[in-house]
């Protein structure tokens, strides 16, 4: 008597699993030849596993027939070599099994789910006062900030005009299409220039504290009021406004939250022009603004509720800093390094590595930036495939970073203000959560 094992479709399952796996890495994932050859030799480890584990249960059929046919009934003898070899097999699967699981949260990490409140709908307004138990005492510079890249390009449109600060793959898009109607072009150039699909008091409302700002002098324009404005390869919006935006809500729903507006890039202007720009901070702002003779990046959230100083403006123009009597914070207090990469894998090396690389007693601000920059062939892609604009670049790239923070992949002890394009409430409620862990 023996017992009899059935060959099954189910032998096969976990190969088919592995090439279904590795044709999605390879299509979502696989944008660089370095990707490649690493997605391959990973699902080529792992394909050897599950080809161990189907060999190991075909041979274990074949032993068995052929033990019945020469009319071996050693019943204990063939039990024990059914077992044995059963286990060697069920080991290869476990093994397979790890295996994809390794490769698929490397990439895409599974969401944690958060039992905090900041995963409902509107509670993200004042999210620094409600978690004053956790982080009031903690230094500025090491709570978990969320914070996006050029932040004020919304309002950015194919009408809009060429910007002093167009990056050098939309210059050469512009020759390579000189030839196309000049509406054509700039719709594709303001596809991946506007990087964010709010305003700015709508995005401190979602949860955003740290703005990235670009700011452009309009040479076409005699109106100060008007000639300042907020760039990336196009103009946008005139300054002014915006900055009323911001002093509205840290007058009324944001009373309590620290906001930090980082000049980062200037173009154009004149001393004249930066006088200006320092007169209408002070008039939008009067005594929000925060004293850097009085408060550092180190600075608690408590020591600025003791006063009534809120916004911290970084700005790059050391002259106009010294004259400020330190309401203009110098941009030496900021640490912003760059991954200009264009495969999330390049993404996650950079950004592990520099905050690996950020000592625990850094004073300045540090900003991880989550985003890839698009080169002329991803911009030339999407013209036939997504992602068609930097919006849609967002949209599916920043579950991947929210997940690498969520997860803990990217650790969170070192980590500050993270920037993204095309935030989302999912993004900023995974940083603002983060707050509540212990340093």
Request: aromatic share 10%; proline share 5%; net charge positive.
């Amino acid at each position: 008597m023996c017992c009899c094992i059935q060959e099954s479709s189910q032998l096969w399952a976990p190969t088919q699993e592995l090439l279904q796996a590795e044709a999605q890495f390879l299509k979502h994932f696989g944008n660089s030849k370095k990707e490649k050859r690493m997605l391959k030799r990973a699902f080529r480890v792992l394909k050897t596993w599950a080809k161990k584990k189907h060999l190991m249960h075909k041979n274990l059929f074949e032993l068995e027939r052929a033990l019945n046919q020469r009319g071996v009934v050693h019943t204990l003898f063939l039990h024990h070599v059914v077992e044995r070899v059963k286990s060697s097999a069920d080991q290869a699967i476990q093994k397979v099994k790890s295996e994809i699981s390794k490769v698929q949260e490397f990439f895409n990490p599974p969401i944690p789910k958060y039992d905090g409140p900041f995963y409902n709908k509107g509670s993200l307004s004042t999210w620094m006062n409600d978690l004053v138990l956790y982080i009031g005492d903690l230094p500025l510079n090491f709570l978990v900030i969320p914070g996006t890249h050029e932040s004020f390009s919304a309002n950015m449109v194919p009408e809009s005009k060429m910007a002093p600060n167009a990056e050098t793959p939309i210059k050469k898009l512009n020759d390579v299409l000189k030839f196309y109607p000049k509406n054509v072009v700039n719709t594709v150039i303001a596809n991946w220039a506007r990087t964010q699909s709010q305003s700015a008091y709508n995005q401190l409302v979602d949860g955003i504290r740290y703005f990235e700002i670009s700011l452009c002098r309009d040479k076409e324009i005699k109106d100060k009021i008007q000639m300042l404005k907020t760039c990336h390869t196009f103009f946008d919006s005139p300054i002014e406004p915006i900055l009323d935006q911001i002093a509205t809500f840290s007058k009324t729903k944001g009373k309590r939250e620290v906001v930090i507006l980082d000049f980062k890039h200037l173009y154009d202007m004149d001393d004249s022009d930066h006088e200006y720009l320092f007169k209408v901070l002070k008039a939008k702002f009067g005594n929000l603004l925060a004293d850097s003779t009085k408060f550092s990046p180190t600075s608690s959230l408590k020591e600025f509720w003791r006063t009534t100083q809120r916004i911290i403006v970084l700005y790059d123009h050391e002259n106009s800093v010294k004259k400020s009597q330190g309401l203009l914070w110098s941009h030496s207090n900021i640490n912003s390094p760059s991954p200009n990469v264009q495969t999330t894998s390049d993404l996650y090396d950079k950004l592990s590595k520099s905050l690996s690389d950020r000592s625990s007693t850094d004073k300045k601000f540090f900003v991880s930036q989550g985003v890839l920059t698009p080169n002329e062939k991803t911009i030339a892609s999407g013209l036939i495939a997504k992602p068609k604009s930097l919006l849609d670049a967002g949209d599916l790239w920043n579950p991947v970073v929210a997940n690498w923070i969520g997860s803990g992949s990217l650790p969170r002890k070192k980590m500050n203000v993270v920037i993204v394009d095309n935030y989302s409430p999912l993004f900023v409620a995974t940083l603002v959560e983060k707050n509540r862990k212990k340093i």
